[in-house]
């Protein structure tokens, strides 16, 4: 069965895209621990991100990049923190959170709850950074 990270590849279930190349999708995590906060997936399913193929990892990590220097255009940060935790979702996948302090990526605390308007709006001034 297709993760709900393929589903929204496939177009099955909506997303807030904030990039895409042929290989790779970012979208907006939809309960977020800060504004900003958008997922990095390869497109080609795999469940842990260290059976991805180097060259391909590689490539993701600069897909990243190029989508953290957007976020930082739109979200006044220290930086732009990365994790990978993989055990949320069977489908590898990057986390890039605007950060002001080290608890700004503590998984722990509550998800902010933003309204599909505010989304929209913030997934299109990353697009457009």
């Known amino acids: 069965m297709a993760s709900i990270f393929s589903k929204i ?3 099955e279930i909506p997303s807030y895209k904030v990039a895409e190349s ?6 907006l995590d939809i309960m977020p621990l800060r504004k900003g906060h958008v997922l990095v997936i390869p497109k080609k399913e795999t469940d842990y991100i ?5 060259d391909e990892l590689g490539d993701m990590m600069v897909f990243a990049k ?3 220097k957007k976020i930082e255009k739109v979200f006044e940060c220290k930086r732009i923190g990365v994790t990978v935790i993989g055990l949320e979702v069977p489908h590898a996948h990057i986390h890039l959170i605007p950060i ?4 700004d990526m503590d998984f722990s605390q509550p998800k ?5 308007d505010e989304l929209l709006s913030i997934a299109e001034q990353i697009s457009n950074a």
């Not at 042929?22 to 979208?27: E, G, H, K």
């Not at 902010?112 to 599909?116: A, D, I």
């Open 9 to 11: 590849v496939q177009g």
């Open 22 to 27: 042929d290989r790779f999708l970012a979208f």
């Open 50 to 54: 260290f059976d991805i193929d180097d």
């Open 66 to 68: 190029t989508v953290a």
């Open 100 to 103: 002001n302090s080290l608890n």
């Open 112 to 116: 902010l709850t933003l309204e599909s």
